[in-house]
C-alpha cells in the first residue's frame, strides 16, 4: 500500500487532498460527523506521509487545508470574501508544513504518536500566530459529541485534540501495515484510545456553594451581513423591550424574579456614557426589572479612534459597576492589524471602523446583590476560542460562567453553530453551567457535561429565567492543559529536530 500510495502523480495526490480536506468540514457543526473527520484526517497522512519528495508532502497538505478552510469558514464570505480567501490561504500555509511534518514523522517507528504532536503543534500556530491566530477550526472542538468528550475535563481542549489525531494517526498506520497482525493492532489501538474518553466520567461538575436566578434577554436584531446589527440604536432598544417584557412577566407571576439580568454583547450598539439616548435605555431597562443587568456595550474614544467591547454591571439607581473589556480581538474584524500601512492600499478595511483596544484582566465581574457578592465568570463570543481567556474565569474565583455574543451578521450560517458547540466543549471543559445570551441567536443553557438545557430561536426576541448553581472547585483540564500541550509540542519539536538530523547525516 506505501508503495501505491508513494507512486500516485502529483496531480492525483493534490486532488484526493483537496477531496480529503472539503470533507474534514463534515466534523464540524452544524454537521458535526466526527468519525468522517477522523477519515479524513488519516487521509491527509495516508498522502502527505508516503510522498515522493518535500514538495509533494507541503503541496498535499496546502491542498487540504485550502479545501478545508474554504469550505469550513464560508460564513465569511457575508462580510468579505476577500477576506475568507486570503484567511483559508494563510491557514493552507501551516497544512503544508503539517504535510511536511507527517513525511518527517514518517520516518521513526513510533510515528502516529508524532504525528498526532504535529497536529497539536501546528494547531498552536494557526490560534497564536499571526495577529493572535485564529483557533477555529480545532479538533477538539469536535469531541464533545464523540467518545473521546470524556477527555475534555482532563486535558482539554489540545489533549481531546491530540487523542482525536492519534486515533486517525492510528487508523492510518493499521492501513499502511504489511501484515493482517498490524493492521489489527492498529485497530484495537485506536479503539483504545476512543476509549480512554470514559475517564472524564470520572471528574465532577465544581462544587455546589448555593445558587444564583440569572435572567437573559435576547432582543433580536435585522441579521445577516455587515450591517446586520441595524440602524444606531437599534438593538439598544430592542434589549429594552425585551426587557420590559421580562419585567412584564416576573410582575405577572409567570417567571421568578431573577437577582440579575444578562445582555448579550452589543446589546447596547452605541456607547452609554457619551450617547445621552443609549445611557437612558439602559437606566429605563434597569429600572423596569430592578436588578442589576450586566449590559454587553461598546465603549468609545474618538479623539484616538479606538473602541472597547465591554460588559458592565449596571444597578437600578446607582449607574455602572464592574466592567470587564474583550481580551481576544478578531484582527480586521474589530481592529487592523498594521493599520497605517494597510489601510491606504486596502480602504475596504475602513469597514471596521474604530480600532478596538483589548482588555488585560481576567473576565470576572463581582455582582453585588442583597447580602452577598457574586462573582460571574463572562466569556464575549470569539474570545471562547482561547484556552487561557476561558480557564481565567475560573482561575480568577468565577462562581458561574455566561457567554455574551453577538452573531447578528452570521446567522443563516454554519458559524453561529461552530461557536455554540464550541461552547458546550468549554462546559464539557471546565464541568459548569454555561448561559449563552447572544443578540439574535443561539441564545441557550449548557449542563456541566456539554449536552443542551434549552435553545432559543434565531430571528426572535426572547427571554427568560433560569437558576444556576455557584460552583468552586477547577478541573485537571484548567489547572494542567497548558501544560500538557506545551510538553507536547517542546516533545514533537525536539523529536522532529532529531530525525531531521539523522536524515541530514544519512544524505
Not at 456553594?209 to 435576547?218: A, D, E, I
Not at 450617547?275 to 439602559?282: C, E, L, N, P
Not at 469597514?351 to 457578592?373: E, H, K, N, W
Amino acid at each position: 500500500m506505501t508503495d501505491r500510495l508513494r507512486a500516485l502523480p502529483w496531480w492525483a495526490r493534490s486532488s484526493l487532498a483537496v477531496l480529503a480536506g472539503a470533507t474534514a468540514t463534515l466534523g464540524f457543526a452544524p454537521t458535526g460527523w466526527w468519525p468522517v473527520l477522523i477519515v479524513a484526517v488519516a487521509a491527509l497522512t495516508l498522502l502527505a506521509l508516503p510522498a515522493p519528495s518535500w514538495w509533494q508532502a507541503a503541496g498535499t497538505g496546502f491542498c487540504f487545508g485550502l479545501a478545508w478552510y474554504l469550505t469550513g469558514i464560508t460564513w465569511m464570505s457575508v462580510i468579505f470574501v476577500g477576506a475568507m480567501v486570503g484567511l483559508a490561504a494563510l491557514e493552507a500555509c501551516y497544512l503544508a508544513l503539517l504535510g511536511v511534518l507527517l513525511r518527517l514523522a514518517g520516518r521513526v517507528r513510533f510515528w502516529p504518536v508524532l504525528a498526532a504532536g504535529c497536529w497539536v503543534s501546528i494547531e498552536y500556530l494557526i490560534g497564536n500566530v499571526p495577529f493572535g491566530g485564529f483557533p477555529w477550526l480545532r479538533l477538539g472542538y469536535t469531541t464533545v459529541d464523540s467518545p473521546l468528550a470524556g477527555l475534555l475535563p482532563l486535558v482539554g481542549v489540545p489533549g481531546a485534540g491530540f487523542a482525536l489525531a492519534l486515533v486517525a494517526q492510528l487508523l492510518a498506520w493499521a492501513v499502511l501495515a504489511e501484515t493482517g497482525r498490524r493492521r489489527l493492532l492498529g485497530a484495537l489501538a485506536a479503539l483504545a484510545v476512543l476509549a480512554s474518553g470514559l475517564g472524564g466520567l470520572l471528574v465532577p461538575a465544581g462544587v455546589e456553594q448555593g445558587s444564583v436566578r440569572v435572567g437573559y434577554v435576547q432582543g433580536n436584531a435585522p441579521g445577516g451581513g455587515i450591517y446586520g446589527l441595524g440602524a444606531p440604536r437599534t438593538l439598544t432598544y430592542n434589549h429594552l423591550a425585551e426587557t420590559q417584557r421580562l419585567a412584564a412577566k416576573v410582575a405577572a407571576g409567570n417567571l421568578p424574579k431573577p437577582d440579575f439580568v444578562v445582555w448579550p454583547e452589543n446589546g447596547t450598539d452605541m456607547d452609554p456614557f457619551r450617547d445621552v439616548q443609549t445611557g437612558a435605555a439602559v437606566g429605563t431597562a434597569v429600572g423596569a426589572v430592578g436588578v442589576p443587568i450586566m449590559i454587553g456595550t461598546i465603549t468609545e474614544n474618538p479623539a484616538a479612534y479606538q473602541r472597547q467591547t465591554s460588559a458592565i454591571v449596571w444597578y437600578p439607581g446607582l449607574g455602572p459597576g464592574a466592567r470587564y473589556d474583550k481580551r481576544n480581538l478578531v484582527p480586521f474584524g474589530e481592529w487592523v492589524p498594521l493599520r497605517s500601512f494597510l489601510e491606504p492600499l486596502f480602504p475596504v478595511v475602513s469597514y471596521v471602523g474604530a480600532q478596538s483596544i483589548p482588555g488585560t484582566g481576567p473576565g470576572v465581574l463581582p455582582v453585588d446583590l442583597p447580602g452577598r457578592t457574586i462573582q460571574v465568570g463572562d466569556i464575549i463570543c470569539y474570545e471562547l476560542a482561547y484556552d487561557s481567556t476561558v480557564h481565567d474565569t475560573v482561575r480568577g474565583g468565577a462562581q458561574l460562567n455566561v457567554v455574551q455574543s453577538s452573531n447578528a451578521m452570521y446567522v443563516g450560517t454554519r458559524q453561529v453553530a461552530q461557536q455554540f458547540t464550541i461552547t458546550r466543549a468549554r462546559a464539557a471543559e471546565l464541568r459548569r453551567e454555561i448561559l449563552v445570551v447572544t443578540t439574535t441567536g443561539t441564545s441557550g443553557l449548557i449542563r456541566p457535561d456539554g449536552s443542551v438545557a434549552f435553545t432559543v430561536p434565531e430571528f426572535q426576541p426572547a427571554s427568560g429565567v433560569v437558576e444556576l448553581p455557584l460552583r468552586a472547585g477547577e478541573t485537571p483540564a484548567v489547572r494542567f492543559s497548558g501544560v500538557l500541550e506545551t510538553v507536547i509540542i517542546a516533545v514533537t519539536a525536539l523529536t522532529l529536530a532529531g530525525v531531521l538530523v539523522r536524515v541530514r547525516r544519512r544524505a
